[in-house]
């Protein structure tokens, strides 16, 4: 470099002829002028530069503040997967010093071995434009001491000026705390439908004993009694009047207890459902039903007994019982469609009334007892149920169960 290219340059501040403060620079550059050494002074206002500068230099230290205060952690890798910035909360949750973490690649790293190659596969795909880029995944993270917590990503790429990928900015949440809670939670939950559905079972069980004994003692003893009481008053005298009346009147009583006893064993257990079959006790069940309620039922039944398997039967019962002890209390309806189709492997029910509708805010409150247990026995039958309620168009119930194969 000659002596003539040299040159010094200061910042400094000068007041204007207004009074005003500025921010300079000076440039001072050797000169030879008329052959003689002088000296060129250039002096630039750089005020503005400099309040520019410092904007940025503040802001950048806000961003950082931003990351570091951050409640997820903040990464970013470069195009080889490199990690060239990660915040406080993300190396809080790695375990690891911030040093220790930029310049390793992440993969290799920080991705558990079974992932490794998989994950490095997508990341460059990625990059490269070849697959659509994820917003938000989830994936598991090796920590320090090889511990494994679950992150949730939310991912952004970014691009320099012409347009190129070169790094991926991630924000990720530690969500291995709320998996483990879910999972708890539907696990329980599980366990309680199972449960449910256990209770429900052996409460079937008891009525058919109960159901039993009813039958076979007390309607067996009344029938004996009905019997006796016939035979005395046949051996009665004519003028035996009071005491014929007595006896009459113990028969009709007698009758009248065999029927309830009767009406009571039938709905407690159906017996019709084990004697005849599920159809005949659909069908004597909505006759009956049409003689208590002023609902007129249509009954359209396309599928034959055998398409039933017989462990569902007392549930198809009690569905179809349940749904029309609704339209009956609560839906003011004047027609119920009952309908048994099949489709594909599947029997699908439909009961459908023409009432008020079901609000669907009853489908999720906690004390619809009648409508989880329909849920609960739908699932019983390894089948699916659902509500479709319209503002007095009425209501559609749907159960759909596999056929008996
Ligand atoms: N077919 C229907 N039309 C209109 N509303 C209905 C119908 N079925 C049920 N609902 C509404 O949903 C609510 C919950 O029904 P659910 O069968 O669970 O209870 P419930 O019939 O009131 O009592 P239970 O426990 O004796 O069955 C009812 O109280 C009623 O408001
Ligand atoms: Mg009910």
Same mark, same amino acid.
């Given at each position: 470099?000659?002596?003539?290219?040299?040159?010094?340059?200061?910042?400094?501040?000068?007041?204007?002829?207004?009074?005003?403060?500025?921010?300079?620079?000076?440039?001072?550059?050797?000169?030879?002028?008329?052959?003689?050494?002088?000296?060129?002074?250039?002096?630039?206002?750089?005020?503005?530069?400099?309040?520019?500068?410092?904007?940025?230099?503040?802001?950048?230290?806000?961003?950082?503040?931003?990351?570091?205060?951050?409640?997820?952690?903040?990464?970013?890798?470069? %195009? *080889?997967? +490199?990690? @060239?910035?990660?915040?406080? $909360?993300?190396? =809080? /949750?790695?375990?690891?010093?911030?040093?220790?973490? !930029?310049?390793?690649?992440?993969? %290799? *790293?920080? +991705?558990? @071995?079974?992932?490794?190659? $998989?994950?490095? =596969? /997508?990341?460059?795909?990625?990059?490269?434009?070849? !697959?659509?880029?994820?917003?938000?995944?989830?994936?598991?993270?090796?920590?320090?001491?090889? $511990?494994?917590?679950? /992150?949730?990503?939310?991912?952004?790429?970014?691009?320099?000026?012409?347009?190129?990928?070169?790094?991926?900015?991630?924000?990720?949440?530690?969500?291995?705390?709320?998996?483990?809670?879910?999972?708890?939670?539907?696990?329980?939950?599980?366990?309680?439908?199972?449960?449910?559905?256990?209770?429900?079972?052996?409460?079937?069980?008891?009525?058919?004993?109960?159901?039993?004994?009813?039958?076979?003692?007390?309607?067996?003893?009344?029938?004996?009694?009905?019997?006796?009481?016939?035979?005395?008053?046949?051996?009665?005298?004519?003028?035996?009047?009071?005491?014929?009346?007595?006896?009459?009147?113990?028969?009709?009583?007698?009758?009248?207890?065999?029927?309830?006893?009767?009406?009571?064993?039938?709905?407690?257990?159906?017996?019709?459902?084990?004697?005849?079959?599920?159809?005949?006790?659909?069908?004597?069940?909505?006759?009956?039903?049409?003689?208590?309620?002023?609902?007129?039922?249509?009954?359209?039944?396309?599928?034959?007994?055998?398409?039933?398997?017989?462990?569902?039967?007392?549930?198809?019962?009690?569905?179809?019982?349940?749904?029309?002890?609704?339209?009956?209390?609560?839906?003011?309806?004047?027609?119920?469609?009952?309908?048994?189709?099949?489709?594909?492997?599947?029997?699908?029910?439909?009961?459908?009334?023409?009432?008020?509708?079901?609000?669907?805010?009853?489908?999720?409150?906690?004390?619809?007892?009648?409508?989880?247990?329909?849920?609960?026995?739908?699932?019983?039958?390894?089948?699916?149920?659902?509500?479709?309620?319209?503002?007095?168009?009425?209501?559609?119930?749907?159960?759909?169960?596999?056929?008996?194969?």
């Amino acid at each position: 470099m000659s002596g003539a290219d040299k040159h010094y340059t200061i910042d400094d501040k000068f007041i204007t002829l207004k009074g005003n403060v500025i921010d300079v620079e000076v440039t001072a550059v050797p000169i030879l002028f008329d052959n003689k050494r002088a000296i060129q002074v250039i002096v630039r206002d750089v005020t503005e530069r400099k309040r520019a500068a410092q904007q940025i230099l503040k802001e950048r230290n806000r961003a950082e503040q931003y990351l570091e205060s951050a409640q997820v952690m903040m990464l970013f890798l470069n %195009e *080889k997967g +490199i990690v @060239k910035m990660i915040n406080r $909360k993300g190396s =809080e /949750i790695l375990g690891y010093s911030k040093q220790y973490i !930029i310049g390793e690649n992440w993969f %290799e *790293k920080f +991705i558990p @071995k079974e992932d490794t190659a $998989k994950m490095k =596969e /997508i990341f460059a795909s990625a990059i490269k434009g070849e !697959i659509d880029f994820v917003q938000y995944y989830e994936n598991p993270v090796l920590c320090r001491y090889n $511990k494994v917590r679950i /992150i949730g990503w939310h991912n952004n790429f970014v691009k320099d000026s012409s347009g190129e990928i070169y790094g991926v900015l991630s924000s990720g949440e530690d969500i291995t705390e709320s998996i483990r809670l879910k999972n708890e939670l539907q696990k329980s939950n599980e366990e309680l439908t199972r449960l449910s559905i256990h209770m429900r079972d052996i409460r079937e069980k008891e009525r058919l004993s109960l159901a039993r004994e009813l039958h076979d003692d007390l309607g067996q003893a009344l029938t004996a009694i009905k019997m006796d009481l016939m035979f005395s008053m046949s051996s009665l005298r004519e003028e035996d009047e009071l005491l014929k009346k007595k006896l009459n009147s113990a028969m009709d009583l007698t009758a009248h207890s065999i029927k309830t006893t009767q009406q009571i064993t039938s709905e407690l257990r159906p017996s019709m459902i084990d004697d005849l079959g599920l159809i005949p006790a659909v069908e004597w069940y909505t006759s009956q039903f049409m003689e208590r309620s002023s609902i007129k039922i249509n009954l359209d039944i396309d599928v034959e007994e055998s398409a039933f398997k017989n462990d569902f039967k007392i549930n198809i019962y009690r569905i179809l019982q349940e749904c029309l002890t609704n339209a009956a209390r609560h839906s003011k309806a004047s027609r119920v469609s009952i309908k048994f189709k099949k489709q594909n492997n599947n029997v699908i029910l439909t009961i459908n009334d023409n009432g008020i509708g079901l609000e669907s805010s009853k489908l999720t409150d906690p004390n619809s007892f009648g409508l989880i247990g329909l849920k609960e026995r739908a699932y019983s039958l390894n089948g699916k149920i659902s509500f479709k309620g319209k503002k007095n168009k009425g209501t559609l119930v749907e159960v759909v169960f596999p056929l008996n194969k």
